[in-house]
């Protein structure tokens, strides 16, 4: 398989979702690269575009359709100013003409001009099909968003990553040859994935991309309980993270993101204020998320609060001295853990449900958690198959197509999870588990398979039909 690296799994981009928002934004951009490539772009008169299946029944809900004129106007999710994004996106629907690219200006009109199909193409319920109009004949091109951000075309094969074909020093593609790798060279699964980064990035830069990771996911928690008020869509769901960090803040002033978490060190931290804390940093994300804010997908935006709720929880609560060092083996063992669950199954909530989103962020938490508690690699693996365990077949069903109810609580209980699978892999000896972690991957697939579509990101099933807008 292709190399999955720790930065194809942890992606900066917009919310509400990894695989219908900065999925189709990532498509349109691919899509002008053709174009360019064939020496169409120039020549194009008009544009239009064919959503399909769930990117569809659920797109209005995860701004798939904002994406999509985002991404065909040239904006980067990664670095784009936020408060940009509604300007720029009414600025088309109004005048009815889309910069393509900010090179050249067409006739477009989204509310016609980008359609919603509910019915699904056989290679993946993600299906995103742009179409040209070029000396007067149609060039069109067929995109799938995978999850995580990930865009393949039907025919290719090794289209996950942009990474060149390289022998890495440890192939892996299941946990069992991670473990062997770090029992054969006596290095901890970090360690093991760091070798593997240094051949596509220097080691400063890899430093300075997981620094820019963790930056974002501070920001995130940072505007998440600093912002109340209620979050868009229709739902009127109020913003949670702002009251909870009101009462459990202590007076000390701060004026950044870093001060901030100082100030958390020093507060009271009983059992129950830790739950709380984990759970307002994990909501805080999700509400940034839902809001079209930026966020690290890890391993998806629905899923994005878990990880960055519990390595905020590691930093806070448990070693006040930890610093980047510590922050960097987290995200290095998080990565790899991401990267072996989507070669053994999945990370779209289209293909698996909730599962291969919280279970999967849990799982990369829980894992992550238990190399800085100084666990084994065995150990680690440990961490991640009980937390992949306990979110089994758990279904996608997002009220009114938003990554709102049930998705932002979701985050809350995956982190709480993630922290105790951790804390029961630290009292467990490897040669008592009954279950290893490739067995849990290869069951959350077929779980995935038997799953019922209505309950795979569709909003046709579970509290998506059980609970109305109307009812909110």
């Not at 090794?158 to 299941?174: E, L, V």
């Not at 229709?234 to 803040?249: F, M, P, S, T």
């Not at 905020?312 to 853990?337: P, Q, S, T, W």
């Not at 958690?369 to 065995?378: H, I, K, R, V």
């Amino acid at each position: 398989m292709e190399y999955i690296s720790v930065f194809d799994m942890l992606k900066i981009g917009i919310g509400p979702s990894s695989s219908h928002t900065l999925g189709p934004w990532r498509a349109a951009e691919s899509w002008i690269k053709e174009l360019k490539a064939a020496h169409l772009f120039d020549k194009v008169t008009s544009v239009k575009v064919d959503l399909y299946g769930s990117l569809s029944l659920t797109g209005k809900g995860h701004a798939t359709d904002l994406a999509v004129l985002l991404g065909l106007y040239g904006a980067d999710p990664e670095t784009i100013p936020t408060q940009d994004i509604p300007v720029i996106v009414n600025a088309i629907k109004t005048k009815n003409i889309l910069p393509l690219n900010q090179e050249k200006e067409i006739v477009f009109t989204p509310s016609k001009d980008v359609v919603f199909n509910n019915d699904f193409l056989p290679f993946h319920p993600n299906g995103i099909t742009f179409h040209a109009i070029v000396d007067h004949k149609v060039y069109s091109s067929t995109f799938y968003s995978i999850g995580g951000g990930f865009v393949v075309k039907e025919h290719e094969t090794h289209a996950d990553t942009d990474h060149p074909i390289r022998i890495f020093p440890y192939s892996i593609n299941k946990a069992t040859d991670l473990i062997n790798f770090c029992t054969k060279e006596k290095k901890k699964i970090s360690e093991i994935v760091l070798l593997n980064e240094t051949l596509l990035r220097f080691p400063e830069e890899i430093d300075a991309e997981l620094r820019r990771v963790w930056k974002t996911m501070l920001e995130c928690m940072y505007i998440g309980c600093h912002t109340e008020g209620v979050l868009p869509g229709g739902l009127n769901v109020r913003r949670r993270a702002y009251d909870i960090h009101q009462k459990l803040k202590s007076d000390l002033p701060y004026s950044s993101p870093e001060e901030w978490l100082e100030t958390i060190r020093k507060t009271e931290v009983k059992f129950r204020q830790i739950f709380k804390w984990v759970s307002c940093f994990a909501l805080a994300v999700n509400e940034v998320n839902a809001s079209l804010g930026r966020v690290v997908t890890a391993p998806t935006n629905g899923s994005a609060g878990v990880i960055p709720a519990v390595l905020m929880y590691y930093m806070v609560i448990e070693n006040h001295k930890a610093d980047f060092k510590h922050i960097k083996r987290f995200l290095l063992v998080a990565g790899e853990i991401g990267s072996i669950f989507k070669k053994g199954a999945t990370i779209s909530a289209a293909m698996g449900g909730c599962q291969a989103e919280i279970g999967v962020s849990s799982a990369m938490a829980a894992g992550a958690l238990t190399e800085l508690f100084g666990g084994s690699p065995e150990q680690v693996m440990i961490a991640a198959e009980i937390a992949m365990e306990h979110h089994l077949g758990m279904t996608c069903d997002p009220i009114g197509g938003l990554v709102q109810v049930p998705c932002i609580e979701r985050n809350s209980m995956g982190a709480i999870k993630a922290i105790n699978a951790a804390e029961l892999a630290m009292e467990t000896d490897p040669k008592d588990v009954k279950v290893p972690l490739d067995k849990v991957i290869s069951t959350m697939w077929e779980t995935a398979k038997d799953m019922n579509s209505k309950y795979k990101e569709t909003s046709e099933g579970g509290l998506a039909v059980g609970v109305h807008l109307a009812d909110c």
